[in-house]
């Protein structure tokens, strides 16, 4: 009963706001929408929209993709909804979408590389998330840019996708492009990508992997995956000062974001932005209160 009114207690911080951080939600089917929602989220920090691709025997539509965008950005207007583009490759594979046999799946076509080489895949979720961005607040997060010309290459196809659906009379918007800082590369590279995009939002799983070399998923070598090391906090601090000579909003939506003893650290080096499971966010709120307030919130039932 004690634990069940300490729930209670700590759902509450679900409705605090903060002006200077954000806590956002990380999902991956619409269902989550409304939990999100419901848990106090400030928005969706990183919709993964493999979720909407994977086990079935073809890509959703344009109009399959459109309407869950839409749900997602009505559902949280005016706050912001980041959308990532299809991660798929890695560990994550779909039928449809063959990639020859790769030795090793991380290090080969995965995320933006492959849809690169998927124009048409690539150009139906572009379509339904230009049409989707008239109705909220939507940014579009690119998963694993490793180089500029990544991102110069979207570019043109949004650029294209954007004259052809205004060509049909097609209704669309606007949204603030941003990339997943995951690939090691980025670390010395966002100078250079950063006249590009809008925002960055730092991806702690992928980053920890590539940074010590370690498979996320293996248990063998799960000792060097260190996601809480000094190491990765110092590319957050150094990616923090970078992208502040910019003007780009840093946020962090790996699992680290969703750690305790992570928050204050963060919140230090400048980041604006958690993004965490929806069950997550009132104690990540919570946490943040008692950083502001020094105040320690710990139930005395
Ligand atoms: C990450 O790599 O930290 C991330 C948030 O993306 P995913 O876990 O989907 O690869
Ligand atoms: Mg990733």
Same mark, same amino acid.
């Given at each position: 009963?004690?634990?069940?009114?300490?729930?209670?207690?700590?759902?509450?911080?679900?409705? =605090? +706001?903060?002006?200077?951080? +954000?806590?956002?939600?990380?999902?991956?089917?619409?269902?989550?929408?409304?939990?999100?929602?419901?848990?106090? @989220?400030?928005?969706?920090?990183?919709?993964?929209?493999?979720?909407?691709?994977?086990?079935?025997?073809?890509?959703?539509?344009?109009?399959?993709?459109?309407?869950?965008?839409?749900?997602?950005?009505?559902?949280?207007?005016?706050?912001?909804?980041?959308?990532?583009?299809?991660?798929?490759?890695?560990?994550?594979?779909?039928?449809?979408?063959?990639?020859?046999?790769?030795?090793?799946?991380? =290090?080969? /076509?995965?995320?933006?590389?492959?849809? /690169?080489?998927? #124009?048409?895949?690539?150009?139906?979720? /572009?379509?339904?998330?230009?049409?989707?961005? @008239?109705?909220?607040? =939507?940014?579009?997060?690119?998963?694993?840019?490793?180089?500029?010309?990544?991102?110069?290459?979207?570019?043109?196809?949004?650029?294209?996708?954007?004259?052809?659906?205004? @060509?049909?009379?097609?209704?669309?918007?606007?949204?603030?492009?941003?990339?997943?800082?995951? *690939?090691?590369?980025?670390?010395? =590279?966002?100078? #250079?990508?950063?006249?590009?995009?809008?925002?960055?939002?730092?991806?702690?799983?992928?980053?920890?992997?590539?940074?010590?070399?370690?498979?996320?998923?293996?248990?063998?070598?799960? !000792?060097?995956?260190?996601?809480?090391?000094?190491?990765?906090?110092?590319?957050?601090?150094?990616?923090?000062?970078?992208?502040?000579?910019?003007?780009?909003?840093?946020?962090?939506?790996?699992?680290?974001?969703? +750690?305790?003893?992570?928050?204050?650290?963060?919140?230090?080096?400048? *980041?604006?932005? /958690?993004?965490?499971?929806?069950?997550?966010?009132?104690?990540? !709120?919570?946490?943040?209160?008692?950083?502001?307030?020094?105040?320690?919130?710990?139930?005395?039932?």
């Amino acid at each position: 009963e004690k634990y069940t009114k300490e729930k209670e207690e700590i759902e509450k911080y679900g409705e =605090l +706001k903060f002006d200077d951080i +954000k806590i956002m939600a990380n999902i991956s089917v619409p269902q989550e929408i409304e939990v999100a929602k419901k848990k106090g @989220a400030d928005g969706i920090g990183l919709f993964r929209t493999e979720f909407l691709f994977v086990g079935r025997d073809n890509p959703p539509s344009e109009e399959e993709q459109y309407l869950v965008y839409k749900k997602a950005l009505e559902t949280f207007y005016p706050e912001e909804v980041v959308i990532r583009l299809l991660d798929i490759g890695g560990d994550k594979k779909i039928e449809y979408l063959a990639v020859d046999n790769e030795e090793n799946p991380f =290090l080969g /076509l995965r995320g933006i590389r492959l849809l /690169l080489k998927h #124009k048409e895949i690539l150009k139906t979720q /572009l379509r339904a998330l230009l049409r989707a961005s @008239a109705h909220g607040n =939507l940014s579009v997060l690119v998963p694993m840019v490793t180089l500029p010309e990544d991102i110069e290459k979207l570019l043109e196809i949004i650029q294209e996708t954007k004259e052809e659906l205004l @060509a049909e009379g097609k209704e669309i918007g606007s949204f603030k492009l941003g990339i997943m800082v995951e *690939v090691p590369s980025v670390i010395w =590279l966002i100078e #250079k990508i950063a006249p590009y995009i809008d925002f960055v939002s730092i991806g702690t799983n992928d980053l920890t992997q590539y940074i010590f070399a370690a498979d996320r998923n293996n248990p063998s070598v799960a !000792k060097y995956y260190q996601d809480e090391h000094e190491v990765i906090f110092e590319i957050i601090a150094t990616i923090a000062e970078k992208a502040k000579k910019f003007n780009l909003p840093v946020g962090v939506c790996g699992e680290l974001a969703g +750690k305790l003893g992570a928050t204050e650290k963060l919140s230090q080096l400048g *980041v604006t932005k /958690l993004s965490v499971s929806p069950f997550k966010v009132p104690f990540i !709120k919570r946490k943040i209160y008692e950083i502001q307030t020094g105040q320690e919130r710990t139930y005395k039932g």
